[in-house]
């Protein structure tokens, strides 16, 4: 079955800080995939997404994700994090089975920021 | 910016109740999703809707759930009968292309609490 593995449940990282979160998938097609992110008292919204052409994705608020597809991730990434980055996030895939889209999440990272 | 809009924005039942949780997808939306996170789990999908019927359900959207379309703008979701084991929270999703090229728009979530 398709699966979405984030390896990191709980991070705490001080302001400044890099920051990187794994994200690997399961499926041997072609996928589109996602970064949500879930701030507290909100609802999911996007960060980044990767449909084609340049790995490398740049985001919204400093974040990008590289999609490795011979090992299968698409890790996220912020140079330098700040306090309002605490939140949740949640890797996504998209694949087409039969014309319909299928998302599947990860269980989510919640980070945490300290000041 | 257009949004999703959910309602009740938290609703508490006694067990073998039944609740409706409503969202107004975004108004040139063809797509409607119902996901659920239970608290510290992953967000999973329920089910996918698209012209007017269930184009994709998972394994929990079993005989108890149930959704409809009744006008051109609410998308519900029923529960017949709660169980404890629904107390989540219950986030819609739309989307302008079921995937193909776009994301998913989220709701800001009803979260249910089965007593």
């Known amino acids: 079955a398709q699966s979405v593995s984030q390896h990191n449940h709980h991070v705490i990282l001080s302001e400044a800080a890099s920051l990187e979160l794994g994200c690997n998938y399961s499926y041997g097609g072609t996928v589109n995939l996602f970064w949500y992110v879930q701030y507290p008292g909100q609802h999911l919204q996007l960060l980044l997404k990767y449909f084609s052409g340049d790995p490398l994705v740049k985001g919204i608020k400093g974040f990008e994700a590289e999609f490795i597809k011979s090992k299968f991730s698409f890790n996220l990434r912020k140079p330098s994090v700040q306090w309002s980055d605490t939140a949740e996030y949640f890797c996504?895939?998209?694949?087409?089975?039969?014309?319909?889209?299928?998302?599947?999440f990860g269980t989510g990272t919640r980070l945490k920021v300290l000041a | 910016e257009p949004e999703v809009t959910q309602t009740p924005s938290h609703q508490v039942t006694q067990m073998g109740q039944e609740v409706i949780l409503r969202c107004v997808p975004i108004?040139?939306?063809?797509?409607f999703y119902w996901y659920r996170q239970i608290l510290g789990q992953k967000v999973e999908f329920l089910v996918s809707f698209y012209n007017n019927e269930i184009s994709e359900k998972s394994e929990i959207f079993d005989d108890q759930f149930s959704v409809e379309r009744p006008d051109g703008s609410n998308f519900t979701l029923k529960i017949r009968s709660t169980k404890l084991e629904d107390s989540a929270m219950y986030f819609c999703?739309?989307?302008?292309?079921?995937?193909?090229?776009?994301?998913?728009?989220f709701g800001e979530g009803s979260r249910l609490t089965v007593l």
């Open positions: 996504a895939v998209n694949h087409t089975t039969s014309g319909t889209y299928k998302y599947i």
């Open positions: 999703a739309s989307s302008e292309d079921g995937g193909a090229t776009g994301e998913l728009f």
């Open positions: 108004s040139n939306h063809l797509y």
